[in-house]
DNA sequence: GGTTGAATTGAACGCCCGTTCAGATAATCT
DNA sequence: AGATTATCTGAACGGGCGTTCAATTCAACC
């Protein structure tokens, strides 16, 4: 045999990419073998040196990809750091638990990268964290925030919120739009200057309804 | 050749469970050999089954062994629960800094263990769980918590302080204790309740209030 | 409809895997 | 010292690994 009836590399191409991402995810990069992507796109696994030069690349460009992609859809809006925080804190929630496979890649993967593409994730995951790291800074000139260390409140905010996707399920007891206000309540608690007291002060508030489902 | 100079089982088995920690927690489980840790402590891999029935059984061991620790390790104490809290939080720092391969391996292997073992480890995994929502459980009816749900509260936590043995090195610009004094402030603030005011009614509030620092 | 090039197969390459085991040697016991 | 037991070697087992490539078939274009 050979070609095989359908066959188009715009079609394989991606499928590579979906079959190699989810088996990656699922069992990890180095427990996956190639014979077993290919089996799950309904190829030989000579197919996909068609696509990939190996199977390093294709952890690279999923990991690489990805952040690029992280970096790219989101902009700090033209407002005050607080807002700015409340922007990136529920962007990175919604972003991360939209790409739970991506995201689980990307943090546990890492150790599997060859030198000079681990030297590049890092930068992106670095160029990121930065981010949060500026916003942060900016805060505390303004007397908005109250971080003794903003390289330490950065990656602590980061770990919580991504930790969200270690256990969430779709479907199960939270739906996002919950999971996103009370972490975004902790994560501004966790950085926020106390406020001025006595008088004005306004008035703004989390929604605690205890309410809830269990 | 057969048994060689100085072999001893209470030498060589301990040298296994060292090779494979550290192993294990550099490459991973799946891109390690029985071969590899092997020569790690000087012998041929079939010595190696004199100390485990197989590799998952050494996986699953450091694993179990790691966490039992942990849960046996730590008491609360009879106090409020914020002083609960505190002692909780910087057990776990301290408990993790000092074994970072250990926690690295417990939260990244947790696929590679066979349904079986994952289990026990997910159970235990759990049962520690369970410790620190039982103290914001208490801590919330006591009014000294102000936490919307504290299975989230509870995840938020162990993240963001399991996330410290991501980055920490030892030597590195801030030293355990400093670490451990501003991780237990931004933990406690992501949970505690809003002091009470002057007079009555709680103010919960959310800092827009442009005053000063602190 | 014939030609060309894209897509794929299937076999092969050399290598490493986890695990077993008979045989050999060192440590220990009597 | 001799017998016994603990420890380890070295080879072997069947199998899977990542990758390459000639041969083959299908899709696309003239």
Do not use: C
Request: glycine share 6%; charged share 25%; aromatic share 8%.
């Amino acid at each position: 045999m050979a070609r095989t009836q359908g066959s188009h590399a715009g079609i394989t191409g991606p499928r590579l990419r979906e079959a190699a991402l989810r088996l990656f995810a699922r069992h990890g990069y180095a427990a996956v073998s190639m014979r077993q992507i290919a089996a799950e796109i309904g190829v030989q696994a000579g197919a996909l040196y068609l696509y990939t030069p190996d199977k390093q690349a294709l952890l690279f460009a999923l990991m690489r990809d990805h952040l690029e992609d992280l970096l790219a859809d989101w902009q700090p809006p033209e407002a005050a750091a607080d807002a700015q925080l409340e922007s990136f804190v529920r962007h990175h929630i919604r972003y991360h638990l939209d790409r739970p496979d991506l995201v689980f890649i990307a943090y546990m993967e890492l150790r599997n990268l060859e030198p000079a593409n681990f030297a590049v994730i890092s930068r992106l995951r670095r160029d990121y964290e930065a981010r949060l790291e500026a916003i942060l800074s900016r805060g505390a000139d303004a007397g908005l925030f109250d971080v003794a260390d903003t390289r330490l409140a950065t990656m602590a905010l980061i770990a919580m919120l991504t930790g969200i996707t270690t256990w969430y399920r779709e479907g199960g007891r939270l739906d996002r739009a919950t999971i996103e206000a009370r972490y975004w309540d902790m994560a501004r608690r966790a950085v926020a200057a106390p406020v001025p007291q006595p008088k004005s002060a306004p008035v703004a508030k989390v929604g605690h309804a205890s309410g809830g489902d269990i």
